[in-house]
Structure formats: structure tokens, C-alpha cells
């Protein structure tokens, strides 16, 4: 369907006027009165947000949050973590005077969680339930409510239960008295939309060489523009507080590499935290309430805590881990996530390629267990939640409580990806396997020089291990194509020995349907079935005539013989089948010309795995040759 620009265009239209409130200040009372939930503060507004898109618990108690639903997975403690403490802050309590800081290995989606709460406040403000209001002309878009005197405020919470905590902005403070004539009620006000591009409600800030970096960039500065006109550092117009800190207020603030930071601005972000208050310039301190989130990897982290100096910080931080994911099949979602957003569409992953990646990856994330006959592999089961022999739920927690750092090491789904891209953009594919991965996953570890020695080797016996269970799994997917293709060739097969059977025990010759010649009965063909299900040589006349028997008293009851008439030559026909396979596949690697109906069969099976398990000719061709080589071996 076409999409309707017009009435597209019209509708963001509505949107921009429905989110296009404004008023005065005793205008914008009333609505906090009738919905307290206007006046909350940052915490609370983004739990409130992780809140509405819904949070289910399950059986066992664990929450699922819908917010992360679409691009975190796998990592649900850490998810947990977080919300927690935006849960306890959005109450008031004391962690809200912490900073966030998210600890993980490179690439383990803590940047991704930062700016999924980011791009969720742009949203939400935009929503009903995330109404938001500020000043008008303020640059810290500040809550309206800073309007209102201390005097009145307790009655004000009593009678409303509504909050009130900080202070009016410098510029508010002279706006008020200058332009309203003190007049609080008339003070305009407006809904405010967050948007880092517009500098609203979200900031960012990125250590640089800290010789050069300016605090302003944190706090804002001096404006250089209004300074001479107005002639003092004191008068709030002569100042621009349009540092990160400032216009992050009311929502989120991201700390890049807050570790790196010169201790200047660690000081700056010290007395935000605990204080909620920003130093600026001549100015008293200037009231805010924002999220400082921020992010470091588990090396840093460590030097950090090993600092005395930083002592004062390390107090004020909430520390959360991110790890890698350890679950296969999440990984495999991560994987799909990231190629939607990249891949060349017109390249075919055959299946099981993100699978035998991600049994890589995970392999490489997980510590040794002290448990007997805990191997690797049966640990990645069991984290998948794949039954594994001998083991219970029980194990699986037990498992979990070994160790505190698993997940903090190993390859990320951001070199998988990599190397997948490259396979995907090698000139003239057309289609990517397990394989072709692999080696291209095996290929980018020599040019990744992070890896040691020992690292190198214990990922490359990885790279062995997920290419095992891949052996498995495409032995599995042959047979499944195969037993499509098994119904009618069973009835064939029974065919034909029934006809040789009969033939045998009646001293009589076959006829050659086409040439009508006449024909000896076919040992070979009749033994290669009975000896699947062990019938001696010596044995096989008595099976071949009590078969012929049971066709004579099925006749007799006007009944016939089918392929589930006899349990045995059943099994026997199966298990002929199934070896034939072997030869099926093999035909297709010999260079011999293969009889048509081994030629028909091969192509049964290609034919099924494209149509019903996701291959194509590419792959499907490739399947068979290589499980053709396996057989072999
Ligand atoms: N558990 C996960 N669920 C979903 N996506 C993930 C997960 N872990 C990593 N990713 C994806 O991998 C990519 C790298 O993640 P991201 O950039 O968020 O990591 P990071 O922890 O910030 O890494 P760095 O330390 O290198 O900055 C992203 O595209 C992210 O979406
Ligand atoms: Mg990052
Ligand atoms: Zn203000
Ligand atoms: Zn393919």
C-alpha cells in the first residue's frame, strides 16, 4: 500500500499542535493538580516510561520489560539492575543522588541501552503520559513548579500531594522579577518535547584532550556576545547555560568514558549527583535533576577502584554490569537485529550460519565449570535451555552461582557481525553459510591483535567445536529432507522385495515390466534390506517365507500387504533407506554419473530443503556435498 503523504504530513501536523500547550504558570497548576504525575522528577520519569510500555513477571518471578523488548537480549540481570534503581530513585530514595555506571566488555550493548533510554524519552515526552512542561525561555526548560515559594510549598504537598524540590535558574529568577513583575501565575509556560538534536531534556559529553576541554562544555559560560552590554558576570544575561549539564536537565545526561575524565569535571558531576545543584560562574549553585549515565569496561573499572583518589567518587556510583550475552538463541536475535539494520538483502544466510556463530561466541564467553561432566557444550545447552542428558534446573543455578565475571570476556556480537559482513560482500556470493562463516570468523582473528597466543589457540578449538555441532546439525537437516522423500520410496522398496520375495519362494522368475525379459530374483537387493535388521544368511529363508505368508492371509481377508503390515521388514526397509542416504549424498561428490534414481532422490531432498528448511540451490547443494564428505569419512 502507497503511502498517503498527504494525510501523513497532516497528521505529524496534529501531532506537533496536540504537543503545542501553552499557558500560565497558574494555568499549568491546574493540570499538575488534576495529574500529579506532571510534576515528577527525572528518575521517576524514566521509570515511569520503562513502566508504561509494560512489565510482565512470570512464573518464576523473573520481569520481562517490554521497553527493551525489540533490542536487548539475553542480559536480563542487568536489566533488572537497571531498573531497579530507576524504580528506587523515581521514589525519592538515595541511589537517585548516584550515578549510573554501566560496566561491561566492548560491545556488550551498553551504549545501546543508554540510547535506548535516550531515543525512549524523545518518545515518551511526545506521549500522553509523558507530558512534560517548562518555562518558556528557560535553557534549562525547568519545572514550573520551581515557581512556587518555599513558604507554600508544604501546604501545596499536603493539600495535592504534589512535590516540589529545586530552584528557579538564575535566568528564570531575574525573568520573574524583570519581565512579570514578580508575578508568578503569569509566568508563561509550555509543553516541552525532548530531543538531544534540539539540545532538550538529553546531553551527551565526550572526554577529549583534557588540557584543551573547557568546563563550559559541562556548566556552560560566559556569553561574550551580551557581556559588554551588560557589563557583569553576575547578571544571569551575560551568561549562556547551555552546558550538557544544563540542557540535559530533566532527563538524561550520557557520560562517555566518565573514567577518562579530567578530575575537574569529575568534581562538576560530584556536586550534581549529590547536591543536584550545578556550579556555574558567579551564579549560587543552580538547582538540577537529570540521569548521569555513563559507561566503562571492567579494565578501567578496576583501576579506578584501585585509586585512592577516587574514592569520593566510587561512593557516589551505582555500578550495574552489562555482560555478553550467554544464551545461543539470543544471540542469534542479536545477530538478526543487526543484519536487518546492514545486510545485503540479495545474499542468502543459509540456516544454521547465525546459530554456528553464536555456539562460537557464547563458547568463547564461558569459564569452566568445577562440575563433573560439565563440558563447555553441555553448559551452552543447558544456558539455552536445551535439555541436556543428566542434568536439571537445579545444575543451571548452581551453574550461574560459579562464577561472578562469566559473560565479561570473549568475542562480541560487533566482531561477529563484522565478519559476517565480510563473507556477505565477497564478490560473486550469492549465498553465506555456516561454513564460509566460520572460516571467515576464523580468518579475523589473526588481523585482531588483542588476542594472545593462548587466546588465539583456545579460539581457534572453539571455532572447532561450533564447526562439530554444525556437522550434527547438517546431518540432521539431509535426514529430515530425506524422510520427505522416504514415503514413496519406501513403498517402492517394499515393492520391489515383495516381488523378489514372492519370486524366491515360489522358485519363479521376475518379469522386466519394460522389456519383459525375465529375470532371476535379486539377492543382492533383498539381502542388502534383511541384513539391517540382522537376518543371517541362514535365517533368510524362513523370513522371506514368513513375510510371503502374511501377504497369502491378508489375501485372504481380501486384504493387502502394506508397508506397516510387518514391523520388521519395516524397520528394515527404514534403515535401508537411511543407509542409502550415504550413497545419496556421496553421488553427488563423485564425478560418476549418477543412476536416475539416485539422481531423482538427490533431487527430492534439494527440492525439500529449499521448499520447507529454508535453503537455496546454493546452500542446499553445498549441504549435501559436505554431508556427503562427512559420510565419507
Ligand atoms: N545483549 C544484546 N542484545 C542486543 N544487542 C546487543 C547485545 N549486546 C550487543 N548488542 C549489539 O551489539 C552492538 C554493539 O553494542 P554496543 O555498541 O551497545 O556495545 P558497548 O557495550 O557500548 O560497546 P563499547 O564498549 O565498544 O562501547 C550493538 O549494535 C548492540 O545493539
Ligand atoms: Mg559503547
Ligand atoms: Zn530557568
Ligand atoms: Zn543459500
Known amino acids: 500500500m502507497a503511502m498517503d503523504l498527504i494525510q501523513r504530513l497532516e497528521h505529524l501536523r496534529n501531532e506537533e499542535q496536540r504537543l ?37 513477571t512470570n512464573d518464576a518471578g523473573q520481569r520481562a520489560y517490554r521497553f527493551f523488548d525489540d533490542e536487548i537480549f539475553g542480559i536480563e540481570p542487568a536489566l533488572d539492575q537497571l531498573v531497579e534503581y530507576f524504580q528506587s530513585a523515581a521514589q525519592r530514595l538515595e541511589v537517585r543522588k ?122 556552560g559560560g560566559i556569553d561574550l556576545s551580551t557581556i559588554g552590554e551588560v557589563g557583569t558576570e553576575s547578571d544571569p544575561r551575560a551568561y549562556r547555560f547551555d552546558g550538557e549539564l544544563n540542557i540535559a536537565n530533566r532527563g538524561v545526561m550520557e557520560f562517555i568514558e566518565i573514567l577518562k575524565v579530567d578530575e575537574r569535571f569529575l ?53 550495574v554490569k552489562v555482560p555478553y550475552n550467554l544464551r545461543v538463541s539470543d544471540e542469534v536475535r542479536i545477530y538478526e537485529k543487526l543484519l536487518k539494520q546492514s545486510a545485503r538483502k540479495d545474499v542468502h544466510l543459509a540456516p544454521h550460519t547465525l546459530e554456528t556463530a553464536a ?106 567445536e561450533a564447526r562439530r555441532e554444525y556437522d550434527e546439525a547438517a546431518k540432521r537437516e539431509v535426514q529430515r529432507a530425506f524422510v520427505y522423500a522416504f514415503e514413496e520410496s519406501a513403498k517402492t522398496m517394499l515393492d520391489i522385495y515383495l516381488d523378489n520375495v514372492e519370486a524366491f519362494c515360489n522358485r519363479a522368475k521376475l518379469k522386466d515390466p519394460i522389456t519383459e525379459e525375465e529375470l532371476e530374483p535379486d539377492e543382492k537387493l533383498m539381502r542388502a534390506i534383511e541384513e539391517q535388521i540382522g537376518i543371517s544368511e541362514a535365517g533368510k529363508r524362513a523370513f522371506r517365507e514368513e513375510i510371503l505368508i502374511r501377504i497369502s492371509s491378508l489375501a485372504r481377508r481380501g486384504q493387502t500387504f502394506t508397508y506397516d503390515s510387518h514391523e520388521r521388514l519395516k524397520e528394515a526397509i527404514e534403515k535401508k533407506l537411511f543407509a542409502d542416504l550415504r550413497d545419496v549424498v556421496k553421488i553427488t561428490t563423485s564425478s560418476k554419473t549418477p543412476d536416475p534414481d539416485q539422481l531423482r532422490r538427490t533431487n527430492e531432498v534439494i527440492d525439500r530443503l529449499v521448499s520447507d528448511q529454508g535453503y537455496c540451490p546454493v546452500c542446499a547443494n553445498e549441504l549435501l556435498r559436505y554431508v556427503g564428505s562427512l559420510l565419507n569419512r
Open 98 to 219: 548516584r550515578i549510573l555506571l554501566l560496566m561491561g566488555p566492548v560491545g556488550g550493548g551498553k551504549s545501546t541501552i543508554v540510547s535506548m533510554l535516550k531515543r525512549g524519552l524523545e518518545r515518551y515526552t511526545r506521549s500522553d503520559d509523558g507530558a512534560t512542561y517548562a518555562i518558556v525561555g528557560c535553557p534549562m526548560h525547568e519545572e514550573p513548579l520551581h515557581l512556587i515559594p518555599h513558604e507554600l510549598r508544604g501546604e501545596i504537598e499536603r493539600e495535592y500531594g504534589i512535590y516540589i524540590e529545586g530552584e528557579l535558574c538564575p535566568k528564570c529568577r531575574w525573568d520573574l522579577e524583570h519581565v512579570y513583575g514578580g508575578k508568578a501565575e503569569d509566568v508563561k509556560v509550555e509543553r516541552v518535547a525532548f530531543s538531544e538534536k534540539a539540545r532538550r531534556g538529553i546531553g551527551t559529553f565526550t572526554p577529549s584532550d583534557p588540557k584543551s576541554q573547557d568546563i563550559s562544555e559541562l556548566v
Open 359 to 464: 555456539i562460537f561466541a557464547v563458547l568463547s564467553r564461558l569459564e569452566e565449570s568445577k562440575k563433573a561432566n560439565m563440558s563447555p557444550l553441555k553448559k551452552l545447552k543447558l544456558y539455552d535451555g536445551q535439555p541436556v542428558d543428566g542434568f536439571t534446573n537445579k545444575d543451571l543455578r548452581e551453574l550461574k552461582a560459579e562464577s561472578d565475571r562469566e559473560g565479561m570476556d570473549g568475542i562480541s556480537p560487533r566482531y561477529v557481525i563484522n565478519r559476517i559482513s565480510a563473507a556477505l560482500v565477497k564478490d560473486g556470493v550469492t549465498c553465506v553459510n555456516a561454513l564460509d562463516t566460520l572460516r571467515a570468523l576464523r580468518d579475523g582473528l589473526g588481523q585482531n591483535t588483542s588476542i594472545g597466543q593462548d587466546g588465539h589457540e583456545r579460539l581457534l578449538n572453539l571455532i572447532g
Open 20 to 56: 503545542a500547550w501553552s499557558g500560565t504558570f497558574a494555568e499549568y497548576f491546574d493540570l499538575v493538580r488534576e495529574n500529579p504525575r506532571i510534576g515528577r522528577l527525572a528518575h521517576a520519569r524514566v521509570f515511569d516510561m520503562i513502566a508504561d510500555a509494560g512489565i510482565e
Open 267 to 319: 568534581y562538576v558531576l560530584l556536586t550534581l549527583s549529590q547536591e543536584q545543584n550545578i556550579k556555574t560562574g558567579r551564579f549560587s549553585l543552580i538547582y538540577a535533576d537529570e540521569v548521569i549515565v555513563s559507561h566503562t569496561n571492567e579494565h578501567e573499572y578496576r583501576a579506578f577502584v584501585g585509586n585512592r583518589k577516587s574514592e569520593a567518587l566510587q561512593d557516589r556510583i551505582i555500578l
